[in-house]
């Protein structure tokens, strides 16, 4: 297997970054797995505090233990700004995943160093 294939695998695979600080080129890998984890954490936090949400209307009786009554409560989108910033962020974390696969791929074909 060749470098490139294994780094944009490392990128792929395992977390955008991964094929850079394979390759030792750490700025830009730093800079994609920092981006990544950033957007990342954005939106796990998000879908935790739905969650607990969720849970703490459960546990206090408002919404009864029903998969029905639960799937709605989940159903329901986010609104105004906070739907933005989660957009955003699943934008970012895309984008950083694909690049990190195309760059380390292009960085480890050699001709690009």
């Given at each position: 297997?060749?470098?490139?294939t294994?780094?944009?695998?490392?990128s792929?695979?395992?977390?955008?970054?991964?094929?850079?600080?394979?390759?030792?080129?750490?700025?830009?890998?730093?800079?994609?797995?920092?981006?990544?984890?950033?957007s990342?954490?954005?939106?796990?936090?998000n879908?935790?505090?739905?969650?607990?949400?969720?849970?703490?209307k459960?546990l206090?009786?408002?919404?009864?233990?029903?998969?029905?009554?639960?799937?709605?409560?989940?159903?329901?989108?986010p609104?105004g700004?906070?739907?933005?910033?989660?957009?955003?962020?699943?934008?970012?974390?895309?984008?950083?995943?694909?690049?990190?696969?195309?760059?380390?791929?292009?960085?480890g074909?050699?001709?690009?160093?």
């Amino acid at each position: 297997m060749t470098k490139s294939t294994k780094a944009a695998l490392l990128s792929a695979l395992v977390f955008p970054g991964a094929g850079h600080f394979f390759l030792k080129k750490y700025i830009p890998g730093g800079v994609l797995a920092g981006a990544a984890l950033g957007s990342l954490c954005l939106v796990v936090a998000n879908m935790m505090e739905k969650a607990q949400q969720i849970a703490d209307k459960i546990l206090s009786g408002e919404v009864p233990f029903d998969v029905a009554a639960i799937t709605e409560l989940l159903s329901k989108q986010p609104a105004g700004t906070e739907a933005q910033i989660i957009n955003i962020a699943w934008v970012v974390l895309i984008i950083s995943w694909l690049l990190g696969i195309v760059d380390s791929y292009r960085i480890g074909l050699g001709k690009y160093k």
